[in-house]
């Protein structure tokens, strides 16, 4: 099953940091269990760590960790079932490529099209990234393989 899933993304100087936020919030607030959020504020979920890039412009890390296994399942469930068949099919073909061998599974979101309440794959850099950590015992990553096919596929 799922362990915990990481979600990151940046906000570089020249975006606005707020939609940056809306666009991890839109994730974080159709998976996170309400007693956790309240009205619809994700403070307390979300991690924000300001550092400088390689010339020196001011960048924003977001990132948040989602542990509860119920939240764990509804993110995965949000993100399925908003996904376009061809991302489903793409997500599907590449899995063997997605999961590490710390049985960790990678794929990217797509910032812009979160922040329009969309959910998409992307290949950019430019993305929020996510990474699942699915738990097998003892770990094996061919289980592992089975329970994120289940999982996405």
């Known amino acids: 099953m799922i362990h915990h899933i990481i979600l990151r993304v940046n906000a570089h100087s020249t975006e606005d940091k707020s939609r940056v936020r809306s666009a991890l919030d ?3 607030l159709n998976s996170i269990s309400k007693s956790k959020i309240r009205d619809g504020n994700t403070d307390d979920i979300v991690e924000i760590t300001n550092i400088d890039g390689y010339y020196k412009n001011p960048i924003s890390i977001l990132s948040a960790n989602i ?3 119920q939240d764990c399942l509804a993110f995965v469930k949000f993100v399925r079932q908003n996904m376009h068949p061809e991302d489903v099919e793409l ?3 590449e899995m063997p490529d997605r999961l590490d061998d710390d049985q960790m599974f990678h794929f ?3 910032k812009q099209a979160a922040y329009l309440n969309k959910v998409k794959l992307s290949s950019s ?3 929020i990234t996510v990474k699942v950590k699915i738990a097998t015992y003892p770990q094996n990553r061919e289980q592992a393989g089975n329970i994120v096919e289940e999982l996405f596929g």
């Open 125 to 127: 850099s430019d993305a």
């Open 26 to 28: 839109f994730f974080l």
């Open 91 to 93: 997500l599907r073909s």
């Open 67 to 69: 542990t509860r296994k």
């Open 108 to 110: 990217r979101l797509d």
